[in-house]
């Protein structure tokens, strides 16, 4: 879809919230801002880090145009907005590879969307909601 869609960031910032204080989110991985775990997509975020929400939003601007490029280079189906912006605010959260296939197998709800099967993604999605170090539910995850 090409530039950063508002959408997609209003929904990252819904689910994720603003922090700025890094916290460990649950999982053992130390998050600030907006669900930032990298500053620059480079150095891990550590205990005791501060960020302004000027910083927050030019981190996850940087990450979601990481998130959008996989996007777009993984989806050949055709795409609604709403469903653009719902990919976003997913695979912000879980990680590129589930769309692209790299690092891991590719989620099985992509290769449904792109064979036409709409209907079967919203039961895919529902299969990333427990953390991936704990097993354990989190409602963030669930909102998506």
Request: aromatic share 12%.
């Given at each position: 879809m090409g530039d950063i869609i508002q959408a997609g960031l209003d929904l990252v910032k819904k689910w994720e919230g603003f922090y700025a204080n890094a916290y460990d989110d649950g999982e053992g991985i130390w998050?600030?801002?907006?669900?930032t775990v990298?500053?620059?997509?480079?150095?891990?975020?550590k205990k005791g880090e501060t960020i302004t929400k000027e910083e927050a939003e030019r981190q996850l601007i940087k990450e979601m145009q990481r998130v959008e490029d996989a996007i777009d280079?993984?989806?050949?189906?055709?795409?609604?907005a709403n469903e653009y912006a719902s990919f976003c605010a997913i695979?912000?959260?879980i990680g590129t590879g589930w769309?692209?296939?790299?690092?891991?197998?590719?989620?099985?709800f992509i290769k449904n969307f792109n064979r036409g099967r709409k209907d079967l993604v919203p039961a895919g999605m529902l299969k990333f909601t427990r953390g991936a170090n704990s097993g354990k539910v989190y409602q963030g995850l669930l909102n998506r």
């Open positions: 998050t600030i801002g907006y669900g990298r500053w620059d997509m480079k150095t891990p975020v280079a993984t989806i050949t189906a055709p795409i609604t695979f912000y959260n769309c692209t296939g790299k690092g891991h197998p590719q989620a099985t």
